[in-house]
């Protein structure tokens, strides 16, 4: 087939449209796992989560989504067996499109967060299926793809349980908790930044001249730039953690102390006569909470840690975990940007390149302008539909905390990038739900209190993940008969 074909262009401009419309989908049901646990939690609103998708799922369909769109757009069915046929090819993909994006519209109506990557491999197997039969039909990508459905939302629960692992002996159960927390924080700000730098630079895009640089090269970056943010925090952000997580005691202003009951600091203060020493100082306050122990003051009064405080504890140190979560959400939807990108666009640039070359094997990598195009796409679907799903996602399946939170996403966040980097399309759904339920068992609680996971919920969802693929592949092979029957292919 000539490029530019005339014969095409129609299928063009729809594919356009209806690749917005399933880049809105995923947005509205895909982007919120990015998001649900930092809102759930309170760390975030929904417009400052909104705002955070709008740069970074962006960033990351641009910068790595091109790998996984390859692996959407020519791994899942080879492509040759339409040379020759070009158009049945296109018309496949539209067909995937819509199969797609009518399942997703249903699931996120029903407040069910479901697989886009299932929905749209299910697509394509359900056209190629009626257009070829098997022929065609790349089993064993087909098998890496079905595998890592049930691989990584195990993975990413056994890394999250690790993770929170670490953190609850290491700094909550702490014999200083706060202290052991502010010692973390440049170490876990450090690692973030390390392992998704090398994210970018490792096997980078072509396009962005990334793929020219050698192994060491990307290692002194992502160190350079580790170390850096490490330094950074140590030196500006530890401080500020440190003051804003005691309360910004006044040491002078003892009606400031009066004030901060929400670490009962009164209930903290043993003196005698139960009058309030006028030597106090908000330091000895201070130590008392850092150190974990009894302090006498000056005047011979003593700030005494009780049960209560050491509880109210607890959420002092939560806070040293608000930004990190930020963090988390901030790399987690870099890298849902970077492999579900090729939910919406995967089909849309199959289409493009077969419009362009002329040919069904579309030689040419996935151009940028593309990949940002549905970057847009799912960001508007977000801002526009997401909160049902955000809310699912972030506080009806377990109760999250700013420590669990971060858990989840960092762990979702490192499984999806890996599985970006080696070109395999998994489920930012399946992650995000994994590493929730996994912590919810370990550590949560549903918001009336009790059971720790809200299994009906959970296993409703499980539910539409299983019939995720048969429907959306069912009604792309049924729009698929009707093309078939209209073109006489």
Known sequence: MDPYSTELLWMVIVGFILAFFLAFAIGANDVANSFGTSVGSGVLTFKQAVIL???????????????????IRKGVVDVSVYEGSENVLVLGMLSSLIGSTIWIFIATFANAPVSTTHSLVGGIVGFSLVARGGDGMNITQLINIVIS???????????????YTLIKFLILRASNPLKAGLISLPIIYGLSFFINFLAITFGGSQLLGMSNLTTWMCFVISIGVALAVALIVQFAMVPWQRKKALGVLDANDKA???????????????????????????????VAVIDNTNHSTPNGSTVALDASLVEEKSAIVET?????????????????????????????????M?????????????????????????????????????????KKITKIVPSTGFTIETSAAATVLLASKIGVPVSTTHCIVGAVVSLGIVHGQTEGGGKQVNWRLALSMFSAWVITLPVAGGISALVMYFFKLGFGF
Not at 57 to 69: D, F, M, N
């Open 354 to 394: 077969v419009y362009v070359e002329g040919s069904a094997t579309q030689k040419s990598e996935s151009p940028i302008y593309l990949l940002f195009y549905g970057g847009i796409g799912m960001v508007i679907g977000f801002a526009l539909l997401g909160r049902r799903i955000n809310e699912t996602i972030g």
């Open 320 to 352: 040293l975990f608000h930004y990190l979560q930020i963090l988390s959400a901030i790399f987690t939807a870099f890298a849902h940007g970077g492999n579900d990108v090729s939910n919406s666009i995967g089909p849309l640039i199959t289409i493009w």
């Open 149 to 163: 459905w049930f691989v990584s939302p195990a993975l990413s629960g056994v890394v999250a349980i690790a993770i």
């Open 53 to 71: 998708a709008a740069i970074f799922e962006t960033a990351g369909s641009v910068l790595i989504g091109y790998k996984v769109t390859d692996a």
């Open 256 to 286: 400031t102390i009066q004030a901060h009951t929400q670490y009962q600091i009164n209930t903290a203060l043993s003196l005698e006569n139960g009058k309030i020493d006028q030597g106090l100082q908000s330091k000895d306050v201070e």
